[in-house]
């Protein structure tokens, strides 16, 4: 696979950068998140009028056609900016709704930043796994009935619509009898609570017990829900780990930068051999995960077993790698870097975070020691 950069996607980069740089510098975002501001009407205009939301999107279907390379090149690019928007949810969302079929116009409407839809799927007792779904969902008349709980909905806050997931068959931990449902987010039955989390930005949790829904709430087939949502989780952690390669960029300059010009014992501290071993040492964790985020878009062409794989591989490398480069960049700056007036505690409460969604490093690892394939094949 060629990951040389065409020249559009240059620009896409070049432009995803400028627009951090020229409209949510970490001042904004610091008062924005402190005033309890979950998104911003106004810069989800600008994200749709860039065409950040149709980029993922078939043409057919009112997007921009653009690769998985091109998705994880914008992440990657706007990784840096910790905007608080739910971009990388609503994709998601976006392709579970292509993986299902139907919903047309709600995906049309996602693709303009009219809606969006975010998945409520995770529950309390999943521990990472995707087909864990306790939520019912029973014939109610001509429609359906819901009851159950979702926790740590990404983008929960501000969504219009939610897709949840529910059982309408088998028991918890079963890939068969899961179906999909599309709830607006004012249904008067779905009762919601916004949860800040550790980078001050906010996820909600979900509960509903005897949610009525008409017929056409369902999603695609009944029972047939796992596909899409297997769809949508990979699109959700590409982004993911495109951004978080953007903040473990972020933080290995600005703390180069910092130790620069910091001084100490009348001389800066990036003169110290220690400093420098630091340094040599975030370079290559942010370089691994470069490695990884390359074999993991090579793997979105192959799909199947082999991506499931890689997932598991790309969770467990950004996860220690993430976690390493931000706790090292923090202690380089010292006090300072436990200020949340300075931008690199952010960051690293933005790896943090990034490394414990669905399921912790350790678990990625045990997941990927038990597939029956390596994830590399051998070459002689």
């Given at each position: 696979m060629d990951f040389q950069r065409s020249e559009e996607q240059v620009l896409l980069s070049d432009g995803a950068r400028r627009y951090v740089e020229q409209s949510f510098d970490y001042e904004t975002r610091r008062k924005a998140l402190g005033?309890?501001?979950?998104?911003?009407?106004?810069?989800w205009r600008h994200i749709a009028e860039m065409g950040w939301l149709a980029l993922p999107l078939p043409e057919d279907q009112g997007g921009l056609g653009g690769s998985p390379a091109d998705y994880a090149i914008l992440m990657e690019s706007l990784g840096g900016g910790l905007l608080p928007e739910p971009l990388i949810p609503v994709v998601q969302a976006a392709r579970l709704l292509l993986a299902a079929g139907g919903a047309d116009d709600l995906l049309a409407a996602t693709a303009a930043g009219d809606a969006r839809p975010i998945?409520?799927?995770g529950e309390i007792a999943a521990?990472?796994?995707?087909?864990?779904?306790e939520t019912r969902a029973e014939r109610s008349g001509g429609g359906w009935r819901l009851s159950g709980a979702k926790s740590l909905v990404l983008g929960g806050a501000a969504a219009t619509h939610y897709i949840i997931s529910a059982r309408t068959a088998g028991e918890a931990g079963d890939r068969e009898g899961i179906s999909l449902f599309v709830v607006p987010a004012d249904h008067p039955g779905l009762g919601r609570r916004d949860v800040r989390l550790t980078d001050d930005s906010f996820c909600a949790d979900l509960d509903f017990t005897g949610l009525e829904l008409p017929a056409d709430a369902l999603l695609g087939r009944e029972g047939e829900g796992h596909g899409p949502l297997r769809e949508g989780m990979a699109w959700l952690q590409l982004g993911l780990h495109a951004e978080a390669l953007g903040v473990m960029d972020k933080a290995l300059w600005t703390t180069r930068d910092y130790v620069r010009t910091r001084q100490q014992f009348g001389t800066t501290l990036s003169t110290f051999q220690a400093v420098q071993h630091r340094l040599a040492d975030m370079a290559m964790e942010v370089e691994m995960a470069r490695s990884m985020l390359f074999r993991l878009l090579a793997a979105f062409g192959q799909g199947g077993a082999t991506l499931d794989r890689t997932l598991a591989a790309a969770k467990a490398q950004f996860g220690q790698g993430g976690f390493f480069v931000g706790a090292q960049s923090?202690?380089?700056h010292g006090g300072m870097g436990m200020a949340d007036?300075?931008?690199?505690?952010?960051?690293?409460?933005?790896?943090?975070?990034?490394?414990?969604?669905?399921?912790?490093?350790?678990d990625a690892l045990?997941?990927?020691?038990?597939?029956?394939e390596p994830l590399f094949e051998e070459r002689i």
């Open positions: 005033g309890s501001e979950a998104w911003s009407a106004e810069r998945v409520a799927h521990g990472g796994l995707l087909s864990y779904v923090v202690q380089l007036d300075y931008v690199i505690g952010m960051l690293f409460k933005r790896l943090l975070l990034l490394r414990n969604l669905h399921g912790a490093p350790n045990l997941a990927l020691s038990r597939q029956p």
